[in-house]
Structure formats: structure tokens, C-alpha cells
């Protein structure tokens, strides 16, 4: 059916063509005004823009944060990496686009809503017609750079919660969006993108793999700087890698994550499980810890910190240090926390449950084997063995649990697991003017100990917040808050575990009627001991580091800045330790009443109550000032930083202590008695006045050099040598860069040469050593009259000429990048010599002289060695994976310190390792070569007197035909080991994601020898490997009674066993909602995550104790509180 047209005026074809050209016409003027519209909107927005080297895409954010102007160009065709300078004041946005593309052939075209299009000029991007449109479905596909669909890529509207993910085929389409949004693509191991939607209802992108390293910003001292310019040995990591380590400590967490720094887990004690931690091994005889910075304060603690609150670590290991002068020769950690940043308020929540028990538990003997072993000792002695074999079963049989206990005492003081939890909430956002981050967290860790009231909990907060007050002023205030209680047994925890490796199987840890059964030792019984039945030691420590900066933009002198800070740090200790005694039963084994023992109770050690009281409180103020100087003139840049410092200490600290109290129902001070009541207190201020500064110069990144410097005061030193100046500089060449290379090396995309030398200090000693110390003698005299008096006496001979130790640090390395950046190597050897080590030179001051010379500058070591990193990553469609290994080998040697005269060459320490605390280098030992077989054996090779078959063979070093202390040797290693290493993997699959971390050491030693015999049980490595009259084969020496043989008395290295291992450090399982899920459910991001810490080690000549375990005694018979093997469940909700 024809439709026809009846109008009474005008034909109907000419009607028709009316109303069509109306429409265009409409149309036209429409576009135009919205041209004229968006023409008029450019020229009246005016910028008051400053920018200081700063990537153009930077500062096409900052247009964008102010005004309405949002921009599209294509990466490929418009380089917005490059850096740039400008200043601009009451400008047009394309006055601003003028400068900063001037002579770069860049064109650009303002559309309708402000949109701007940037291009080549000879590439201009051509859009389809614009038309009037309501919100629209966006469509599109994700593909890698080989064409190929990237399914599984995260695409939302920015600032929102709606979005998708990316199917089979690369495809997504997302419903109503606005044409001013932005959307956001991002793909794990690929360069995140942002697209301005504008008109286009169809967006297909090419993800881009990441780039990394080289245009990564990380923290120097006083400062950051772009990583491809760095010519320093620095190496740094970020906190979402730190986290993986289910543990409540940050220190434990480094373990294995950066080249050169080495931590050693030397207690699992909980609020006491410090490791120690070393960058670059043993470089000095006194104190080699390094020094930690927490966002720009020096000496705040690394270990408390809520590891959720951690940006990034960086350590500072060579000449790129000396900024820190006297405090910096053992390397920096610099820690940064996490800042607010512009946008909607983010909050993230993070919890994990986990579950802990000792890494090694000994092996020790049961009943039977105990008592076998007793037997031997008597017949060694020449007596008749105690035990029948019909005794000896019955300790494991079970049939006469009263005369024949078979106790395991770990079994019987060790929980099957102990809990620990982390819970930690963030807000983090930001608008134009001021941007947030808060943090609150808790931590609770439990003891290994069964009924134990033992654990430690802490409680934190943090609040980091920046505000713009002008275009040139800006301001911040971070507080930092944290509450630690730690709940102790009397007894420590170490001597909780050795009394338990003492324990012998044939006494009862507790009888069969339940009563608490005999002391081990000392009146120590662990099972008792580990509980509150012998009080309590608590410890409360509350701690509030706050800091208020200022940021000043010097508006008349471009590239001129100023920085100011004020750091107020408190601590305060409180803690109180009640010690009860404590009940003990021992049996007869003879007397019953009603065919029931009868046991005798005693109460042990002590008969009345002692109370311990411990305040401590300590603040410090540091205040600094900084000037940086920026300039730009072609292709050269150079940055100037001068800035000085003060630091002012004070603390008091009281202690009192009673005994005799009326009951011990009342812990109070006041409740005890007016004997033997001690109160003593302490208070102190210190000082130190510095002056540093930094210059900073490259030739278009290709040519590099940086020279710090720092002159340090500190009160450590007499007036007259109180300041010290220490310089260092590098070099650096990105040879890379160099047209010969692009040409013949092209395969290796980055290759930077550097090298560096610098001078530290160290004033890390006892105060006051330059005066005399007196001390009151401990007697109360009365000189004939009614009065009191104490006499007082010289202590301490002065050092007048005490001064800095000085340590001078060489490093060369390099750093490569190959395989589309895919592949990493970096390489670094250093040579480190320190000198006017402050030593005593009392080895060639005879003894008989009774006098203690004060310490002089006089030490000398050198510390040699290497560290590196290799890592590759890549994307094979879904899955991506990064695998990297890292290590650091460091060897140190003693080159002078104050020699016994006359020594022979085998038993000097000079050229031997540095000695560590309790350590087994600093001793000398008799060569251990084998076990006498037999009499004949014994008699064919000089041995000690009373030698008998089964005895440790000593060699004879000088061949003199006896054995003496002329045969001991000095040990050439230490416990700390020479060698550290980490193999570390991670593997995403779409929502999936698993991390790996294996961590090694190798090159140090520990004297492992426990106390056995008629004291304590035996190790069942020794039982299964002891020599007997009818296995004169094997590998270990004869049962022995505590020190009564000469090799239990005299170190010797058959007990030095080398602390080589591999361990499985971090293992971790996760998995993450896809966005679409995320999106309906109204949240940002939800991960669940499973994970394990110390789950596996291998260490093939330490079985019974922790290869890392610390040695607390030089005799080796101190076991210490072992470190933990934890498994972990955690969720993290982002909304």
C-alpha cells in the first residue's frame, strides 16, 4: 500500500527535502555550537601550572584533574614519556600543549566535551560523525602485541565498581557508559591502560607487556630517583612481595627477598623474635647492624611495623650511603609507608589466621635407651650397671608407670600447634587538595608452651596525611601509634627449652596422680615452669612517632625547593616481673600409705615472692631542613640538595625490687618488706648536629654522576675530634645508549657500568669513653662515727684520643636487560676495609698487671665479596610468571688487632673471620681426625692422658708426640654465614595466583653439644651412632657423663658442625574475584589466600636444632627458644 502525502499547501517530494535539510541544518549548528562551545571553554580556562621535569603524561594528568579537558592519542604516535619543564601562569590549555610539544610535530584538535585529540600532524586521528547520545554500551577486544586475544583482562569505568573481564576471545562489553568516562584495562604482567571513551562505542587495544625497572622511582637517602639513573649499589622491594610471609615480625619477612642483605632467625620467641640482619656480612668488631630509616627518621624500628603499611623497602648498600654519614657504615634500610592518593575512598581489609610450632624438635632417647646408656657409663667407670635388662624394658613397656616412667618432655610441655592472628583495616583516598591513609591493626602471637599464659599482642595505628595549602605550599602530619604487651614465664623461654632437652625420660614431668613431679635441674621442672604457677613477667611497651613536614615551591627561583620536618618520637616501658616459688614432689620409690607413694612436696627455689619493677621512658626530637636545586638545559639535568640536621635524646629510667611479702596474693611494691629492697634509677641526654647534601648530574640518562656528602657531630667524642666529614661518589655509563651499541648489542636492550667509593663512620660504641667513669663500692662504711658512707672509685680509665671508626667502601657491578626486557641480570663486587676499630690491647698486656686498658683506635678488617640478581618474567596467553634468583657471598678477615706475643702462626687470629657475639670463631679447638677403635689405636698416636677406646682422636698439629694446648687451631669461620641465596617464583592464572620462595645459607658453623649423662638425656643421633665395645666402627665417640671425658671439657671440632640449608621460606595460593563478580557484589576486590613460612628445611649436618638457631653460651650447651613453622589462611576485601 502507497503512502501519500496530502498536504494543502507544498508537494509532497518538495516537503520531504525540507524537512531533511532542517534536520542537517540542525544538526550543523548543533555541532557548531557544541564546537564554539568547547572553543569558548578552552580559551576561557586559564592554568597556573608548574612542572619540574616531570613526564608529559604527568602533566596532561594534572589538566585533567583541573578542569574538564580529558585527552586521547595513541601511545605509539605521541611520546608521552618524555620529560619536560615549564611554568606556566594564567594559560590556556593550548598554550600549555604549545610548550611542552613544541618542535615535536604534534597536533591536537579540541572536540565537543572538551575532549582533546592529540597526533602527528601527518597521522591526524580521524572520528566518525558526532551525534547526540544518551550513555551507551561500550564493545571491544583486548589483544597482546602478536594479535593474539588476552582473555581475562580487568576492564572498568574508572573511579567505579562497574566493569567486566575479557572472555575466551579477547571480547568485553560493558552497558551505559558515559561519554566522558574513562576505562581501564589491566592484565597481570602487562602495562595497564586508560582510554577515554568520548564517542566511540567500539575500543579494541593492544596490551602492551611491562617495562620493568627503568622507569621505576625508588628511595634514596633524603630523596627518590628514577631507577635508570641510579649509580649506586641499591636495591629495594615492594610491600605487596613482604607481605607474603605469614609472620608477625617485618624483619623475618625480608629473608631472601634482596641480594646482599642477609637475616638470620636466631629465636621464635614471641616479642622477641628479632632476627639479626646484615647487608653484606660482618664488617667490624663491634656492633654490625644496619642503620633503619623509617620515612626519613633515623633509628625508628623495622620489626613492630604493620608490614600492610609498607610501600617499599630499599637498602643502601655501598658509597650511596655515606649520606648518612657516621650511622651508615654497616648500610641503610629505608622503609617507606604507604600515602594517600587521589581518589574515592578506598577501604581495605585484611585478616589471617595462622597456626605455629617449633621448625625442629631434638630427637632425644626414651626410657630404655636412657637407661642403656646409664648402664654404659657405669661400666666405663668400673661399675656394675644399675639397670637390669629387665629394668630397662619396663621404661618403655608401660607396666609400672610409678618406678619405670617413659617420659617425652617435649611431648609433655609442647602444644600440637599455637595460634597467631593479624587483622589490619586501611582507608586510603584523596581529593585536589588533600589526600589520606589511615591504618589500624592488631597482632597476637601464642607460646609453644600447654597451658601457658605466655604470647605477645600489639596494637598500632597509623595515620599518614597530605594536604595542599597553596599552589606552592603543601604540608603533612604522620602519626604513628603501637602498644605492645608481652606476657613471659619467670624462667625465660630459652630456659624453658633447654630444661626440656635435659629432661630425663626415667622421671615423671608430672605423676600419675597428677601432681607436679621433680625438678630437672635447679629446681626447674618444664612443665611447671612454663606456666604461671612461677608468676609472671610482663612487659607493656607503648611507643608514638610523629612527624609534621613542610614542602615550599620557591616561586621566583624555578626548580627551588624547600623542605622542613619536625619528628617527635616517645617511648615508654613499663614492666613488672612477679616470681613465686614454685611446687616440686620427689618419691622415695619405697614408701606407700594404703598401697598409694607417698610423695615429698617442697617448695623451689626460693621461699618467698620477689617483685621486679622496670620504667623506662625515652623521647628524641629531630629536625632538618632541606634545600633541592633542579635544572634542565637540553639534554643535560642536575639537581643539587643541601641540607642540615639535629637530633636531641633524653630518658630516665627507675627500677625497684622487693622480697618478703606477707602473701602472694598482693604483686604491689608497697606489700613487701623493708629487707633486701633495692631502687636504682638512670636518666641521660645526647646530641648530634649535621650537615649533608647531595649532587646529581646526567647527560640524557646515558651519563651518570653523584657525589653525597656528610658531616656528622656526635656526642660519642671528646670536642676537640667531634665532627667527622665522609664524601662518596659514583659513576655510572647506560653504554647501552651509545649508537656502537644499538648497532652490534642490540639483544641487550639496557646495559649501565658503574662504580662507587665512599668513607662512613661508625660511632657506634659505649659513651663517654673519653671521661673517667666512678661507681660507688657495693660495702657501707662508718669511719669510727654513726654515719654511713660509700666509698666512690675510678671505674673507667678514659681514652682522650677516642675517635671515629672509618670505613672505606669500594663497589663496582652493572646492570643488564635482555629479551624485551623480559630477562634481568645485575652484578656487584665490593671491597670494604675498616680501620681505627676501637679495640682493647690487653692480649699483649701481661695479666699480672691487673689493669683494663681503655679501648683504642686500633682495629683493622677488611670484608670482600659479591652479590647479584637474575629474573625473567613472561606471559604465555593466561599464564604469567616471574622467576628470579638472588645471592650474596661476603668474607671478612681481622688484618690487625692486638696479638698474644709469641703465638704460633695456627693459632693467631689475625687474617681469621671477625668474632660475633658467643661466637665459635673467637676460640681456639683441637682438630678433631676420627674415634679410637681400640686400645691398639689409642696406642699407636699421641693422645690425651687416660685416652681409651671410644675417645675423640686429636690431632697432632706440631707433631711434638703429645697432645697439649700447642694443637689447637683457630677456627676459620663464624656463625654468620658467608653465603645467602633465594630461588623466587610467582605464577598467575586468571583468578589464581602462587607464590614460592626458597632460601638458603652456607659458610658458617655452631658448636652443637648438649649436656648429657647423669644431668640430662642424649640426642638419639648419638645413641643410634655412639661407639660401643660391639661397634667399634662408628662415627661418634663413647657415652660420656656431662664434661668428665677431655673431649667433652676441651672444644673441639668434632661438635662443630657446619649450618648449611636450604629451606622452603614462604609458600602462598590465592585466589581473587573476577571484576564482574566484584561488581554485583559492590566491592573493589576480594582475595583468599592460603600460605606457609619455615615449612620445610633441609640441613644435612644440624638434625636436632634449627639450622639458624642462635648459640647462647660458647660451650654450645645452651638451646634456645626455636623459631617457628607457621600455616596460614588469610581473606583481603578492597571496598
Not at 583516598?429 to 605466655?454: H, I, M, P, R, T
Not at 630456659?495 to 629446681?523: C, K
Not at 623542605?563 to 612477679?578: E, H, I, P, V
Amino acid at each position: 500500500m502507497k503512502k501519500k502525502c496530502m498536504h494543502p499547501f507544498l508537494p509532497c517530494r518538495r516537503v520531504k527535502k525540507l524537512l531533511l535539510m532542517m534536520k542537517l541544518t540542525a544538526i550543523l549548528i548543533l555541532a557548531g555550537l557544541m564546537q564554539v562551545s568547547a572553543t569558548v571553554y578552552s580559551q576561557a580556562t586559564k592554568f597556573n601550572l608548574r612542572a619540574e621535569n616531570k613526564q608529559i603524561v604527568e602533566v596532561l594528568k594534572e589538566i585533567e584533574e583541573s578542569s574538564n579537558f580529558r585527552f586521547f592519542y595513541i601511545r605509539e604516535q605521541v611520546d608521552v614519556e618524555r620529560y619536560v619543564s615549564l611554568k606556566a601562569k594564567n594559560a590556556t590549555v593550548e598554550e600549555i600543549l604549545d610548550e611542552i610539544f613544541a618542535g615535536q610535530n604534534i597536533a591536537y584538535d579540541v572536540m565537543q566535551d572538551n575532549l582533546i585529540l592529540l597526533s602527528p600532524e601527518d597521522k591526524p586521528i580521524k572520528l566518525k560523525s558526532i551525534a547526540l547520545q544518551q550513555p551507551n554500551a561500550v564493545t571491544g577486544r583486548v589483544t597482546d602485541t602478536s594479535g593474539r586475544p588476552l582473555p581475562g583482562v580487568t576492564v572498568v569505568i574508572k573511579g567505579t565498581t562497574q566493569g567486566t573481564v575479557t572472555d575466551a576471545d579477547g571480547k568485553y562489553t560493558i552497558p551505559k557508559v558515559p561519554d566522558d568516562a574513562v576505562l581501564q584495562f589491566s592484565f597481570v604482567g602487562m602495562s595497564a591502560q586508560e582510554i577515554v571513551v568520548g564517542n566511540q562505542t567500539t575500543i579494541d587495544i593492544t596490551m602492551l607487556e611491562e617495562t620493568i625497572g627503568l622507569e621505576e622511582v625508588v628511595a634514596i637517602g633524603y630523596g627518590i630517583q628514577k631507577k635508570a639513573t641510579l649509580t649506586g649499589a641499591i636495591n629495594n622491594v615492594k610491600g605487596e612481595e613482604i607481605v607474603k610471609a605469614p609472620t608477625t615480625n617485618a624483619s623475618q619477612m625480608l629473608s631472601g627477598l634482596l641480594p646482599g642483605l642477609t637475616t638470620i632467625q636466631r629465636s621464635g620467641e614471641p616479642g622477641n623474635d628479632d632476627p639479626i640482619v646484615r647487608i653484606r656480612g660482618i664488617n667490624t668488631l663491634g656492633d654490625n647492624s644496619p642503620l633503619v630509616v623509617v620515612d626519613g627518621v633515623p633509628g625508628r624500628s623495622l620489626s613492630r611495623i604493620d608490614p600492610n603499611s609498607i610501600e617499599s623497602i630499599t637498602v643502601l648498600k655501598d658509597a650511596s650511603a655515606a649520606i648518612y654519614g657516621s650511622q651508615a657504615a654497616n648500610g641503610v634500610i629505608l622503609i617507606t609507608t604507604k600515602r594517600g592518593e587521589k581518589g574515592k575512598p578506598k577501604i581495605t581489609v585484611n585478616f589471617n589466621q595462622g597456626f605455629n610450632q617449633p621448625t625442629v624438635i631434638p630427637e632425644m632417647c626414651d626410657g630404655s635407651e636412657y637407661a642403656t646408656l646409664l648402664n654404659e657409663l657405669d661400666l666405663y667407670d668400673g661399675r656394675e650397671p644399675r639397670y637390669t635388662d629387665e629394668q630397662v624394658q619396663k621404661f618403655t613397656s608401660g607396666s609400672d608407670p610409678w618406678l619405670y616412667p617413659n617420659t617425652d618432655w617435649f611431648d609433655e610441655v609442647l602444644k600440637p600447634w599455637s595460634a597467631q592472628n593479624n587483622l589490619n583495616a586501611q582507608l586510603r583516598g584523596g581529593s585536589e587538595n588533600v589526600n589520606y591513609y589511615l591504618s589500624v591493626g592488631s597482632k597476637f602471637q601464642d607460646a609453644f608452651y600447654k597451658n601457658s599464659v605466655s604470647n605477645y599482642k600489639q596494637y598500632d595505628f597509623r595515620s599518614n596525611i597530605d594536604a595542599k595549602i597553596s599552589e606552592y605550599i603543601k604540608i603533612g602530619a604522620d602519626v604513628y601509634g603501637r602498644m605492645e604487651n608481652t606476657t613471659s614465664p619467670t624462667r625465660g623461654y630459652g630456659t624453658i627449652f633447654r630444661t626440656t632437652t635435659l629432661g630425663n625420660p626415667n622421671i615423671h614431668a608430672v605423676w600419675p596422680d597428677g601432681s607436679p613431679g621433680p625438678d630437672i635441674i635447679e629446681g626447674s621442672n618444664p612443665v611447671t615452669i612454663s606456666t604461671n604457677a612461677a608468676g609472671y613477667d610482663n612487659n607493656k611497651v607503648y611507643t608514638i612517632n610523629s612527624s609534621f613536614k613542610l614542602d615550599v615551591t620557591v616561586p621566583w627561583v624555578k626548580g627551588l625547593t624547600f623542605t622542613g620536618s619536625a619528628n617527635l618520637d616517645k617511648s615508654f616501658q613499663n614492666r613488672k616481673r612477679w616470681e613465686t616459688p614454685w611446687e616440686v614432689n620427689t618419691w622415695d620409690g619405697t614408701t606407700y600409705e594404703n598401697g598409694i607413694p607417698v610423695l615429698n612436696s617442697a617448695m623451689v627455689p626460693f621461699n618467698d615472692a620477689r617483685l621486679t619493677r622496670y620504667m623506662y621512658d625515652n623521647q628524641s626530637l629531630l629536625l632538618n631542613g632541606i634545600l633541592n636545586y633542579s635544572k634542565s638545559i637540553d639534554k643535560h639535568e642536575i639537581n643539587f640538595m643541601a641540607g642540615i640536621e639535629s637530633r636531641e635524646g633524653k630518658g630516665n629510667n627507675f627500677n625497684a625490687y622487693r622480697r618478703h611479702f606477707a602473701s602472694i596474693a598482693i604483686d604491689e611494691l608497697f606489700a613487701g618488706g623493708g629487707e633486701d629492697q633495692d631502687n636504682t634509677g638512670t636518666s641521660y641526654e645526647n646530641a648530634r648536629l649535621n650537615y649533608f647534601g647531595r649532587v646529581n648530574y646526567n647527560y640524557s640518562e646515558k651519563l651518570l654522576f653523584e657525589f653525597v656528602w656528610r658531616y656528622d657531630g656526635s656526642y660519642m667524642f671528646p670536642e676537640e675530634s667531634r665532627f667527622g666529614f665522609f664524601p662518596g661518589v659514583s659513576l655510572g655509563w647506560r653504554i647501552s645508549e651509545e649508537n656502537f651499541w644499538k648497532e652490534n648489542l642490540s639483544f641487550m636492550e639496557d646495559f649501565k657500568l658503574r662504580v662507587s667509593y665512599g668513607q662512613t663512620g661508625n660511632d657506634r660504641i659505649d659513651e663517654w669513653q673519653y671521661l673517667s667513669s666512678y661507681s660507688y663500692s657495693s660495702y657501707v662504711y662508718n669511719f669510727g662515727t654513726d654515719e654511713a658512707n660509700k666509698l666512690l672509685y675510678e671505674a673507667r680509665i678514659p681514652n682522650e684520643n677516642v675517635s671515629w671508626e672509618v670505613a672505606n667502601q669500594a663497589d663496582i657491578g652493572f646492570e643488564s636487560y635482555f629479551m624485551d626486557h623480559k630477562l634481568y641480570f645485575e652484578f656487584d663486587y665490593f671491597d670494604y676495609r675498616r680501620s681505627k676499630i676501637l679495640w682493647w690491647r690487653n692480649a699483649s698486656v701481661p695479666s699480672s698487671t691487673g689493669l683494663t686498658l681503655p679501648r683504642e683506635n686500633i682495629g683493622k678488617v677488611t670484608n670482600r665479596g659479591a652479590d647479584f640478581t637474575i629474573s625473567y618474567h613472561d606471559k604465555i596467553q593466561d599464564l604469567a610468571y616471574n622467576i628470579s634468583f638472588n645471592g650474596g657471598y661476603a668474607k671478612n678477615k681481622i688484618t690487625f688487632w692486638d696479638e698474644t706475643p709469641g703465638s704460633p702462626e695456627w693459632q693467631k687470629s689475625t687474617g681469621k673471620p671477625i668474632p660475633t657475639n658467643s661466637d665459635v670463631s673467637n676460640d681456639l679447638y683441637y682438630e678433631a681426625i676420627g674415634i679410637f677403635k681400640d686400645q691398639a689405636a689409642v696406642d699407636a698416636y699421641p693422645h690425651w692422658e687416660d685416652a681409651r677406646p671410644g675417645d675423640i682422636i686429636f690431632k697432632d698439629v706440631n707433631d711434638d708426640g703429645k697432645i697439649d694446648g700447642l694443637d689447637r687451631v683457630r677456627n676459620d669461620k663464624n656463625n654468620i654465614p658467608r653465603f645467602t641465596g633465594a630461588l623466587k617464583a610467582s605464577i598467575t592464572y586468571n583468578q589464581f595466583d602462587l607464590s614460592i620462595l626458597f632460601q638458603g645459607a652456607a659458610g658458617a658453623v655452631r658448636y652443637i653439644s648438649t649436656e648429657s649423662g647423669q644431668i640430662g638425656n642424649f640426642l638419639k643421633d648419638f645413641y643410634d651412632n655412639r661407639w660401643t665395645p660391639d661397634n667399634t666402627d662408628a662415627s661418634g665417640p663413647r657415652a660420656y657423663n656431662r664434661d668428665a671425658e677431655y673431649w667433652r671439657s676441651n672444644r673441639n671440632t668434632y661438635f662443630l658442625k657446619k649450618s648449611d640449608y636450604i629451606r622452603l621460606k614462604t609458600l602462598e595460593i590465592g585466589y581473587s574475584l573476577p571484576a564482574s563478580i566484584n561488581s554485583k557484589l559492590g566491592i573493589d576486590g576480594l582475595r583468599i589466600y592460603i600460605s606457609g613460612y619455615n615449612l620445610w628445611t633441609f640441613s644435612p649436618d644440624i638434625k636436632d636444632f634449627d639450622p639458624e638457631s642462635e648459640q647462647t653460651s660458647l660451650s654450645g650447651q645452651s638451646q634456645p627458644y626455636p623459631a617457628q613453622r607457621v600455616i596460614n589462611g588469610g581473606i583481603s576485601l578492597t571496598f
